[in-house]
């Protein structure tokens, strides 16, 4: 599986931004798919995470209200809306794939990674 992440970029604090992830492989709709971000000089973190078939959905409490993680598993996507932007948001966002349809929030239980897209939210 190969992850495209795009649609980063600056924002005012109040914004919003929507991720895109592009997947390929044959079976998106079995793949658990999760974003996660990393801050300058800190440790990459949970945002959310999205079951194979989009039943199951969970969220940093960080985010929670905010954000909003779907999947349209004909086009081999997922998406995070991302409303009313904090500066602490500022990072560069990842997705994520597993091996198997359930989601995580644990970034050691994914297999494959994308190339993360930059969030600048300025106040």
């Known amino acids: 599986v190969q992850l495209q992440a795009s649609g980063g970029g600056l924002v005012q604090a109040g914004g919003s931004l929507r991720l895109s992830c592009a997947a390929s492989?044959?079976?998106?709709?079995?793949?658990?798919m999760g974003w996660f971000r990393q801050a300058p000089g800190k440790e990459r973190e949970f945002v959310a995470a999205i079951s194979g078939s989009g039943g199951l959905i969970n969220y940093a409490y960080s985010v929670k209200g905010r954000f909003t993680i779907s999947r349209d598993n004909a086009k081999k996507m997922v998406f995070l809306q991302m409303n009313s932007l904090k500066p602490e948001d500022t990072a560069v966002y990842y997705c994520?794939?597993?091996?198997?349809?359930?989601?995580?929030?644990?970034?050691?239980?994914?297999?494959?990674w994308g190339q993360g897209t930059q969030v600048t939210v300025s106040s």
């Open positions: 994520a794939a597993r091996k198997t349809s359930y989601h995580s929030s644990r970034s050691d239980e994914y297999d494959y």
């Open positions: 492989g044959r079976t998106f709709s079995s793949n658990g």
